[in-house]
Structures are given as C-alpha cells and as structure tokens.
C-alpha cells in the first residue's frame, strides 16, 4: 500500500517561504510523476507543480510559475516544493499525489495516491 506523508505547513507572512515535504513509502517512489495540488475554502482542489519519475521536467501553474519550486529525492523517496514570495492567495490545504500515468499529469484525476493534506496560511 502506498501511503503520502506531508510536512511542511504553517504561518508565514507575505513575502516569506516555506518548504513542503512529501515521503512516500514503498519501493515503486521512482516509478511515479509525482505532483502537487492545493485546495482553499470553497474551492476545489487544484493543480499547482507536477515532476516526472526522474525530476528532470516539471510542470507549474501560472499562478506560481517563477515563485515555487518542485523537485524529488529518488533515494529518499520525497519530494519537495519550495515556495517563495508567498502572497495571501497562496493560502490552502497543499496535497501531494503520485500518479500511474506517464509525462507530467496536472488533473487530480490522473493521480492515484493522496496524502492527508497540509496547511498554509500567509498572512498580509
């Protein structure tokens, strides 16, 4: 079974940063694009990074393109999202998903495994 662990959240003022984790357990962690995706309060969940099996090509949404950075440990079987400049907007649950699909998928419903959620709040 394949189980998502995020870490990583918290309170930070605009402007600042704040580094996301994601550990996945098994030995398949390489064989997955591996993506991130948030969802705010009446909202729906939506697509922020995505990264493929050898992190090699990554995929933002424009709203976070040249802020956030997505990038994975194959070793340590995690991935990461660096966020910086971080405005108000930015403020949700993040969640962290691996696929079974190939390339960089950006809809949840390409992604099969979930973790529990972690959040963020930026305050102004």
């Known amino acids: 079974q394949v189980q998502l662990v995020e870490s990583g959240g918290g309170l930070v003022q605009a402007g600042g940063s704040l580094r996301l984790s994601c550990t996945v357990s098994?030995?398949?962690?390489?064989?997955?694009?591996m993506g991130w995706f948030r969802q705010a309060p009446g909202k729906e969940r939506e697509f922020v990074a995505t990264i493929t099996r050898s992190g090699r090509s990554t995929n933002y949404a424009d709203s976070v393109k040249g802020r956030f950075t997505i990038s994975r440990d194959n070793f340590k079987n995690t991935v990461y999202l660096q966020m910086n400049s971080l405005k108000p907007e930015d403020t949700a649950v993040y969640y962290c998903a691996a696929s079974k699909s190939d390339g960089v998928p950006v809809t949840p419903g390409r992604y099969d495994y979930w973790g529990q959620g972690t959040q963020v709040t930026v305050s102004s």
């Open positions: 098994g030995r398949a962690f390489s064989s997955y694009p």
